[in-house]
């Protein structure tokens, strides 16, 4: 009986190795077709949020800030037994008076800042302070051009004459016949030089704008906050039963309003220790500064940058002093550094903890998308997720990617 050696080969004729092969090939293909279906999705996700953003944004802000204030909420609706829709009330009632007493007291000293810091005569003072870093910058770049050149010259073979005997110098007289005359040359005209025009926008329309803009946003979050606080809790007690998907959704709210509650506290500690610093160094208008450096804590990483600039060029407007003012850009950064390094690990644990390059790939990003309001929305958002991610057993895989 005769045994054969050969590979078995399928029905349809494919050997082993053949079969391998086709599978292995479906394989990459099925990769590649879920990467350009990805880069699909995510191109059509950013158009949708970038015309959807008159929408989306209040939306989204105001679901932030119910699960900030959601706690204080609950407190006054158990302490002095009140309906939600009064307690919504005066709770959106007091965020308002709260935002429209500091935009009154902080818009005149805002509105002088920006002024002064766009006058030339200020651009000037600030430099005359740092003059002395100037000079110093200045003074090495000309030791090292100077070195350069001395090095430069040598082995020029320039020969040196004896001391005590001048160099010679050699004039070949030229007879009288031989002069020629030489017609002057007609001199150029001067051309004209081209006028720069420069069409600027009126500033009183930009400024309308802006405000009608914000205006309209400030206002839909306003209402929108007041039936999430009112209704809110209704429905995710009409939605909550004993199945996993309500128990996640649970845990997932506790988790990110209690973050969000712990982080806002944390941020406006931080504006006034920074406030109170300041105060101490002798700045004027510390109020503003505080909530100006609570307000950008939310940006991860820039924030803190571009407050401590801030902080010095007013310190500078202010005392004429240049010690002054990087005593107080090192104040802002250095409790800025104590908030992120110290205080917010030691409270929130670090189950809360990112790698740092996703969360400055997510701000550029959100950044792109919305501008400012998504920078101060965007760590608030990556956390959620974060909590989503390590609440539902499908995303444990996405968690482990995006943490240290």
Request: with cysteine; hydrophobic share 50%; charged share 15%.
């Amino acid at each position: 009986m005769r045994t054969s050696t050969e590979p078995a080969n399928d029905p349809g004729g494919l050997s082993a190795s053949g079969l391998a092969r086709l599978r292995r090939r479906a394989q990459r293909r099925k990769q590649w077709n879920t990467f350009f279906v990805g880069g699909i999705f995510l191109i059509l996700l950013v158009g949708f949020l970038r015309f959807t953003r008159p929408v989306l944004l209040p939306a989204i802000l105001a679901l932030l800030i119910t699960l900030v204030l959601q706690p204080v909420a609950r407190l006054l609706s158990e302490r002095l037994h009140l309906p939600r829709i009064l307690t919504a009330l005066a709770v959106v009632l007091g965020l308002s008076s709260a935002a429209l007493a500091a935009g009154y007291y902080l818009s005149g000293p805002t509105t002088f800042y920006v002024q002064e810091l766009r006058k030339d005569s200020v651009k000037d003072q600030i430099g005359e302070l740092f003059a002395p870093i100037q000079k110093i910058h200045g003074e090495i770049s000309d030791l090292a051009n100077e070195v350069k050149d001395l090095s430069g010259s040598k082995g020029k073979g320039t020969s040196v004459p004896p001391e005590g005997q001048a160099a010679p110098i050699g004039i070949t007289p030229v007879p009288l016949n031989h002069v020629e005359r030489v017609a002057p040359k007609p001199v150029p005209k001067p051309k004209a030089a081209p006028v720069e025009v420069e069409i600027q926008q009126d500033p009183v329309g930009i400024v309308y704008a802006g405000l009608q803009d914000f205006g309209s946003y400030l206002l839909s979050t306003l209402v929108l906050l007041f039936f999430l606080l009112a209704y809110g809790q209704r429905m995710a007690e009409k939605f909550s039963s004993e199945s996993t998907a309500s128990k996640i959704f649970d845990q997932v709210h506790s988790d990110v309003s209690g973050y969000l509650f712990t982080i806002t506290t944390i941020n406006i500690m931080l504006g006034a220790g920074i406030a109170l610093g300041l105060w101490l160094l002798g700045l004027p208008n510390v109020l503003l500064w505080g909530c100006m450096a609570a307000i950008l804590n939310f940006i991860p990483y820039a924030g803190a940058l571009i407050g401590s600039i801030l902080i010095a060029l007013i310190a500078a407007l202010e005392t004429a002093s240049a010690g002054t003012a990087i005593t107080a850009g090192c104040i802002y950064m250095g409790l800025s550094a104590l908030e992120g390094n110290i205080i917010t690990p030691a409270v929130i644990g670090q189950r809360f903890d990112i790698n740092p390059v996703v969360i400055f790939l997510w701000v550029l990003a959100w950044a792109a998308i919305w501008g400012l309001a998504g920078m101060l929305i965007s760590l608030p958002l990556l956390m959620a997720f974060r909590i989503l991610c390590s609440r539902v057993p499908s995303l444990r895989k996405v968690e482990r990617v995006i943490t240290l």
